[in-house]
């Protein structure tokens, strides 16, 4: 019997990339390099601030700068990652129906505590999620299963009670590996290689609506 519905918080309830992107092209800017397009950052974003260093600057975690640059990227998203930032279409519809089927529901994210929190705050969900789990609430990150386990822990559910949604590979093995049904969000920061991709997941959907029918599958 399903329990709980989780979601992935970039790409897949709400539309960060603008902001994510503006920081980076600030970055960038900052040191005389040349912004990128938008069409370019937005497949990225969800890969947070790792895949956005490695797109706008080509370095990654065994680079020397890493560290410095990470900082520099936070500092500027700190200040304004809330400016473009909002819900999906169909999002808050889609929460009023999961909790008037008596479902719980809640968010399992990689972004760090410090803005998870404060954005959700700022989102307007018509109802506030059961749980929030970030990326530095445990001391593993997606695609391992400890966010999961600690999301149900904190509800008092079953994964294999749950729906897990999100819009990246890592978001499939997180919830398969704890297993949870999931299912992709063909609406988030996807390539269109990504989107020929199957990673697993038990189905994929275009809109968050589509996700209704296979709640009621589970409730049967």
Not at 48 to 74: C, H, I, P
Not at 173 to 178: I, P, T
Request: glycine share 8%.
């Amino acid at each position: 019997m399903l329990q709980a519905v989780l979601f992935d918080l970039d790409g897949t309830l709400a539309d960060t990339a603008l902001d994510l992107g503006g920081a980076l092209n600030q970055l960038l800017v900052d040191r005389d390099l040349s912004p990128l397009p938008m069409d370019l950052i937005r497949p990225i974003a969800s890969h947070g601030t790792r895949g956005l260093l490695k797109l706008g600057m080509n370095v990654d975690e065994s680079s020397a700068e890493f560290a410095e640059l990470k900082q520099a990227f936070l500092d500027q998203y700190e200040q304004t990652f809330t400016d473009k930032t909002g819900l999906f279409p169909e999002i808050n519809p889609l929460i009023k129906e999961i909790t008037r089927l008596g479902l719980e529901w809640g968010i399992i994210t990689n972004k760090p505590k410090a803005f998870t929190n404060r954005l959700v705050n700022e989102l307007g969900f018509v109802c506030p999620p059961s749980v929030i789990v970030s990326g530095d609430t445990t001391s593993e990150s997606k695609p391992s299963t400890k966010p999961m386990f600690f999301a149900c822990d904190e509800m008092g559910v079953k994964a294999k009670n749950c729906i897990y949604v999100g819009d990246a590979k890592r978001d499939i093995e997180a919830g398969k590996n704890a297993g949870m049904i999931t299912v992709l969000a063909n609406w988030g920061y996807l390539t269109e290689e990504d989107k020929q991709e199957k990673w697993g997941e038990d189905f994929k959907i275009d809109t968050p609506l589509e996700l209704l029918p296979i709640i009621q599958q589970y409730q049967a």
